[in-house]
């Protein structure tokens, strides 16, 4: 559950950073500077912040990597700002590297756990406008509110329908994940699948209506359950990008 930006520095051929991190619980600011490799391994930047008391903090380490996938340069955090450690990966838009740009987006790093919804609820409601829902998602120890947000970007069927956004502290948007209309092959009925990127694993509900709702603009979420349906595209992970 994590955004922000990075904006490339050289001077004097050294490279650095700086930038801003989002989540639910913070808006930081943070610089990457330069340290010596030991190893191969070894981080390439240090992540500095300023506290509350104005004292440069070090709050992780940084690695600059190749994609093996796409062979596209990326930015690899590990940071921990007090709550535990947590990743994340800075990355250029497609845009942004044609125009040669310094800048980079910051995504959360999707793993490939997935956590288990168990008795996990929420509401889903649609907006008045801008084809947009609010709702939130909980369970006795997650408690999330959220915007779906129609995907504009959309050029292909398994393209997600909605991003999933929350807000940071100082109302910056936060893209935590994707949802797809759909429609069960057994009862007809239409409903939305999401898929949530959260700190313990992606998060897969359905937003469905029972008898009383259906018809209204608002859904129930419930845990969702293997039953053999196909939906879009939401079984290959967070399209972050579409």
Do not use: C
């Amino acid at each position: 559950m994590f955004a922000g930006t990075l904006t490339q520095t050289t001077v004097r051929d050294i490279v650095s950073f700086n930038g801003k991190l989002h989540a639910r619980d913070f808006d930081i600011a943070i610089t990457l500077n330069p340290v010596a490799k030991t190893s191969p391994k070894s981080p390439d930047f240090e992540v500095t912040a300023i506290n509350r008391t104005r004292r440069t903090i070090r709050i992780g380490s940084a690695w600059d990597q190749i994609s093996d996938k796409t062979g596209n340069r990326y930015i690899s955090l590990q940071v921990d700002v007090g709550n535990g450690p947590f990743r994340v990966n800075a990355v250029q838009t497609e845009e942004a590297r044609k125009a040669k740009s310094n800048d980079f987006d910051i995504i959360p790093f999707v793993a490939n756990s997935v956590m288990k919804s168990g008795s996990i609820s929420g509401e889903l409601t649609a907006m008045d406008a801008d084809n947009a829902f609010a709702g939130y998602v909980a369970n006795m120890m997650f408690d999330l509110n959220f915007m779906l947000i129609e995907n504009e970007y959309k050029t292909a069927e398994k393209h997600p329908d909605y991003r999933i956004e929350i807000s940071s502290p100082n109302g910056t948007a936060i893209r935590v994940g994707s949802a797809w209309l759909a429609t069960s092959e057994k009862t007809g009925n239409d409903y939305i699948s999401l898929l949530i990127n959260t700190p313990d694993g992606d998060l897969r509900v359905n937003a469905v209506q029972n008898e009383e709702q259906r018809g209204g603009d608002t859904f129930s979420i419930i845990p969702f359950v293997e039953a053999g349906e196909t939906v879009g595209s939401a079984t290959g992970g967070l399209a972050l990008v579409a």
